[in-house]
Structure formats: C-alpha cells, structure tokens
C-alpha cells in the first residue's frame, strides 16, 4: 500500500473576526477541507480512500465577546494586552489582518509584523503573515500613458502606486510587510492583498444603495457625482479565495492586486442596483451632498471617488481562484441581491387575509402591514391606481410615443367597463399580478386583502400557462377571519351611514354579499381548498367582538402566527425620533391628564365654595331666629325680675349693707322668704307650708346664682349706684 502525506489543518488568525469582510473570509477559510495525496501517481490516488479534515481552525480578535462563538470560530479574544497577543499570534501558521474597511487596525498590524519578525528565530514552522489592504493605496497614482485611458494598473508595478491623502498610513504598512518577508521567506513570509472594493454576502461598501433600493421610500436613487469613475470590486466570497490561495500556493510575489474582471463605473452599479431592488430610477447629486448622509463613513466616502482601471496579472496567472463573480456586480446582480436577502434576513412575507363582509379584514390588515411593514393590496384600490396612472399617460401623452398613449387610453375603457362588474377581468388581474411582483413588494411582502374570494380566481390570479405558481408571489400564509352572521349584522347596523354606503354595506346588498360568501366557502372546490393544494394551511381567526381586549389577543395570535418582522431594524435616527414621539405623547397624555384634573379641581372648588355659603346663609339664619327668641325670652325675664324680684332684692341688699351678715347670700334669702311669709295676714305653718316655703328658699337661691352678673348689669345699666358698702357686694369674688 503506497505511503499518504497526512494534511494537517493550519491554525489561521484574523483580526476583527466579527467585521462584516474578515467574518466572510473566516466563513470561507473554515469550510476549506484538505485531502490526503498519495505519493503515487493521480491514477493510484482515485483508487485510494480519500480523507477530509477542515483545512483551517480559526482565531480571532472580536469588538464585544458573543455567549457562544460561531460554530466556524475555535476562539475568540476581545481587547487582548500585547503579550497575550503576541502569544496567540505565535501559536499560529497563518496571521492575516485586514485593513480594508477599519484603519484604526493599521497601528495594531504594524506593531504585530514587527513583532513577529523579532521573533522569528523563535519559529519552529514557517509563518505566514498576509496584510489586506486596499486598492485606495493606488487612488493617486499618475496613469500610465495619458494617450490611453484605458489603460489598466497591474500588480507587477505595485512600485509605482500613489496612495490617496488618507489612506498614507495604509500604503506605509504595505511597505513594512513586504520588507519584513523579504530576509528568510522560508522562516517568516510576508504578502500584500490590495482589494477592490467589496460586495456580497450582506454588502460592504455599497450597502447604502441597497437598503434605499430595498426600503422603497426614495423615488429615485441618488448617484454622488457624475458617476463615471471606473471603481475595482470583487466579491467578499472571491477575496477569500484569492487568500486561501496564497496560503496554499504561497506565489514568489508579494504584492497582489484582488480585483474581478469588471471595469463598471459608479452610475452603473448605482443604477443595476436600483433596478434590482428599487424604483429603477436614479438621480445625479453633487458628490458634496454624500457628506449629509450618515450612513456613510469618511473611509466609504473616499473610496466612492476612486477612479481605477486595474487587473490582477498575478492572481490570474499563478492562483487557481474558483471565481464566484468574476464578472463583477453587474453582471452578477441577481445572485448579488440574493445573497443580500438571504445573509440579512429580508425575506417578503406574503399574507392573504380573507373572511366574509364586515368582519373587518381591512382594519386587521392594515395593523399587520403596520407593525411587519407591508404593503397592503386590494383589487379597488389597485385599479384605482392604475386608472389614474393610465389618465395621466392619456392626458400628458408623449409626441415620440403615439402608441402608449393609445394602448392606454384603450386599457383605461376597458377598466372603466369593468368597475363596477363583480367578475374580475383579466385586466385587473394583470394589475393586480403586477402590482404583487413588483420590487417593492418582492423586497417587504404584502397583504392581500379580501382576494381572491373563488377557486377559479385564484387560479387565474396565481398561475399562468408556464408554471403552476409562482413560488415569488404565492401567500406564505392565508388568514380567515370569521364570526358569525348576527354579529355582522349588528357591525353593519352600528356603522356610520357614510361608511355603510361607500363600502357597499346597504341592507340587501350587504346580506347577498354574506351569503355569497356563504355559498362560495360551503363548495366543493373553494379558495381555501386551492390554498391547501399548495400545502398552505390557513388558519382560522374568529372576531368575537370589536372590544379592545378580544382585539389584541387576536392580533397576538396573528403576531405569533407570521413570526418576527423580516425587515430592518429601526435605525439610531429612527429609534431617537421614535422616543421623541413617544415622549411628546406621553407628556400630551399627561398634560390632558393635569388639565381634566385642574377641571375637576375648579369645578370641586366652587362646588364647595356654593355649598359653603349656601350653609352659612342658613347658619346666619338660624343664628338670627336664635337670638330672637333668645333676646324676647331675655326680655321677659327681665320684665318679670324687675316687677317681682328686683323690689324686695333691693331692700334686702340695703339690709344686708346695714347688718352686714356672714352669709350675705343665705341672709337674702331668709329675709326673702320671710318678707313672702310675712307679708299679710298670719297664717298657721303646717308641714306643707314648711315645705313649700323650703322649696321657696332653694329656688331663691339658685335664681340669685344664676342671674347675679344679669342683675348687676341691669342695675349698672339703670344707673343705680348705692354706696361704696353697697357696690362692694356686687363684686364677683364678693359672690361665690
């Protein structure tokens, strides 16, 4: 059995690992596989086991660590110190960095090849250290023969290359790399990989005019400039290739240009991207405008103004690329703008809502082309648009084009006749077939709504005489939402009468429509049957009522039926405008919020305000009935004190002045009682005269107690004043 060389796999470093071209490189690399060679001859080989092994294990730096590496990574380092650095670095075969899309990368890579080739007496295999540059290292250089434009730079007379004003540090570096391979190639091997501007695989550069084609909101695509500067490209895929050669290869020259065959210029990629993607219409700008765009880096920018016309000599005459757009953008653009949807996730979604009248499809499909950014499709609005397109063409034509204005004005009869038909003509379903394929909708996705609503129309609207269907425009998913009859009708009842009349909604029109519907569903072919025959399950909604509860569950399920939007994340702009809004929302709400409180606040206050005075008039009121009856009550016991009290109380008091007693108050009331007992004829005392008279003497007593400050006040009042003996007994503390 003859002897095999065993392959051993390389341990291949690359910087920025997550970046958009070294992540694609190290894609490419780690799907690499060796096979084991006989030392026979090919004919031996054939009949031999052949093995595979992955013929690279990748490493890499990384701006941020991710949970899990990529499955195509074995490790990552974020941020390492130099030593550390330096110590993965040797440990590897092959050490590339890129600084085609970052120059802040040009200090560490030039630390990193001087590094290494300090080290290289430490070597145990050879090392080889490939820089990827750019071909901005050349944007200045002076052409070759000013009678021929046409004439290409090549690698072989690297030499002579001129590097645009920001991009010195850039060439600097490829001169550093080529001197340090150049002592002992066998030990430490050193290449420069000038490349073209790159594309594909999610874009690089050019990833501006392919999210404004794909978006849709511009009309027309800008082109900076006059457009007609030839810009070197390759493919992201091709690139690595050209790297993965030079690893195996390893060619005696040291300086190689990667670009594809394409000489396109700058309008030409602009405007095939524009017709792939976009409106298909494109618009010349002043390159200064390129500065107002965001989007677009300092570095991006100036490549953009490059004007080259390069091949690559070297990588055609001593790798063996397997080429995957050699031709260029250009001319490969379909597989280009594939590539783009499929590495971005901007896949359409295609949604066909159906269900009976006034079960509202249209509001449930406008919320899902809101939140998933569709487009939203109905046969009446479609034909609208394109009759009014079409009367533009009639009433505008153009002299040059007699015929179109002619095929228009033709169509637009046909549609005119057609309107009002309740059979869809063929017309209308071309429009509606070329409004369902057009680029916006093949970028985003749509809604059809209410259509179609037979077998026979979906068969027209979805096949043709070439294919069956059409896998580009076929629903990917068809909703039916339905409910029953009564709470339809009771919808239809509750609508506003301008509503109801202009979608159709009268009594008897709106119950025909029902039961057509009623009808078509219960067939034995119906739309839902084609539907299933194109292994497309719809799913059924049912609307229970029109509350706002019922209405987000249901949107829920929908949400969770169609998956996460395939579109692109909102922007730093867009997001910052977003919480804008949201916060001027919110601090509307809570202004509106403060005002209805600072209403009821004011409506609280003068409620309180009219029940306060409304109790203080009655208060005031019933104080004054009060003191009325106080004040005549207060009169007649004065007037019955005066005629009866007062007389005898005031000879008492003299008396009372003159004999001065220890209890001047008891003494009053005994002279009182005995002056009442005494006051006429004698009568005979028996107990109940004893009685009544002691009864007589406690009230005396306690009218004295309780009318002493009146008393005074009267008399003070009248102007009785007796002698001092006799004022002292009116003093408070004289009565206790």
């Known amino acids: 059995m003859p002897h095999k060389r065993r392959a051993t796999s390389k341990r291949v470093f690359i910087n920025n690992i997550d970046s958009y071209s070294s992540r694609n490189i190290a894609k490419f690399l780690s799907k690499v596989v060796l096979r084991a060679m006989d030392e026979e001859e090919e004919q031996e080989e054939e009949e031999e086991e052949v093995h595979h092994n992955h013929a690279f294990q990748m490493v890499g730096t990384v701006s941020n660590l991710s949970d899990e590496p990529p499955p195509h990574i074995l490790e990552e380092y974020c941020h390492p110190r130099k030593e550390e650095l330096l110590s993965n670095l040797m440990e590897c075969q092959v050490i590339i960095y890129n600084i085609s899309q970052d120059a802040d990368q040009v200090e560490e890579a030039s630390w990193a090849v001087k590094a290494l080739h300090d080290q290289k007496e430490h070597f145990t295999s050879l090392k080889i250290f490939i820089l990827i540059s750019t071909v901005m290292t050349w944007a200045a250089s002076i052409p070759l023969d000013p009678e021929d434009p046409e004439l290409p730079f090549t690698d072989e007379i690297f030499y002579c290359r001129r590097a645009h004003p920001n991009f010195k540090k850039h060439i600097d570096l490829e001169k550093i790399v080529v001197k340090a391979g150049k002592s002992n190639r066998e030990i430490f091997s050193t290449y420069v990989v000038a490349s073209g501007l790159q594309y594909g695989m999610g874009e690089g550069i050019f990833h501006f005019f392919f999210k404004e084609s794909w978006l849709g909101e511009a009309s027309e695509i800008s082109i900076y400039g006059h457009g007609k500067n030839i810009i070197p490209t390759i493919h992201v895929t091709d690139l690595a290739s050209v790297v993965q050669n030079v690893i195996e290869y390893q060619p005696r020259p040291y300086y190689l240009l990667a670009v594809d065959l394409s000489h396109n210029t700058l309008e030409q990629l602009v405007k095939v991207i524009a017709t792939a993607l976009g409106p298909a219409k494109t618009v010349n700008r002043p390159f200064e405008d390129i500065y107002l765009n965001q989007e677009l880096t300092v570095m991006e920018i100036d490549s953009l103004q490059v004007n080259l016309r390069m091949e690559a000599v070297n990588v055609e005459n001593l790798l063996s690329v397997y080429w995957h757009c050699e031709g260029g953008l250009v001319e490969n653009v379909d597989l280009v703008v594939e590539e783009y949807r499929l590495s971005r996730g901007l896949l359409p979604l295609r949604v066909c809502l159906l269900g009976p009248p006034a079960v509202g499809k249209t509001t449930l499909s406008l919320q899902i082309c809101k939140h998933y950014k569709l487009h939203h499709i109905t ?358």
């Open 379 to 736: 046969v009446r609005d479609t034909i609208y648009k394109a009759m009014a397109e079409l009367e533009g063409i009639v009433k505008n034509p153009d002299p040059d084009a007699e015929e179109v204005a002619a095929e228009a004005q033709e169509l637009l009869n046909s549609l005119n006749e057609s309107i009002d038909s309740e059979d869809v003509s063929e017309e209308q379903l071309k429009m509606l077939r070329d409004k369902m394929t057009s680029n916006q909708c093949k970028n985003q996705g749509y809604v059809l709504d209410a259509f179609p609503s037979t077998y026979k129309q979906a068969e027209d609207l979805f096949e043709d005489e070439q294919e069956d269907f059409s896998d580009k425009f076929t629903p990917e998913f068809v909703l039916v939402l339905d409910a029953t009859d009564s709470f339809l009708t009771d919808r239809v009842i509750n609508l506003p009468e301008e509503t109801v009349q202009d979608l159709g909604y009268e009594p008897e029109k709106f119950l025909s429509r029902l039961a057509i519907y009623r009808d078509n569903t219960q067939e034995e072919k119906s739309v839902l049957n084609y539907f299933e025959e194109l292994d497309i399950s719809p799913v059924l909604l049912e609307a229970t009522n029109g509350e706002e509860p019922a209405t987000s569950l249901l949107m829920h399920k929908i949400f969770t039926t169609l998956g996460p939007p395939r579109t692109y994340s909102p922007s730093p702009q867009e997001v910052e405008e977003e919480n804008r809004r949201i916060a001027e929302e919110r601090m509307k709400k809570e202004a509106e919020e403060r005002a209805v409180e600072e209403r009821k606040e004011e409506e609280e206050t003068r409620s309180r305000a009219a029940r306060w005075e409304e109790w203080t008039q009655r208060s005031e009121a019933s104080r004054m009935l009060e003191e009325l009856h106080l004040d005549i009550l207060t009169k007649q016991m004065r007037s019955y004190l005066m005629k009866n009290v007062m007389p005898t109380l005031g000879k008492g008091l003299i008396e009372c002045c003159r004999i001065q007693p220890a209890e001047p108050l008891d003494f009053l009331v005994l002279l009182g009682f005995k002056r009442s007992s005494c006051s006429g004829t004698t009568r005979m005392t028996t107990p109940r005269v004893v009685r009544t008279h002691l009864r007589t003497v406690v009230f005396l007593r306690c009218l004295i107690k309780l009318n002493i400050y009146l008393l005074r006040e009267t008399w003070l009042s009248r102007s009785v004043f007796l002698s001092s003996d006799v004022s002292s007994v009116w003093t408070p503390e004289y009565w206790p």
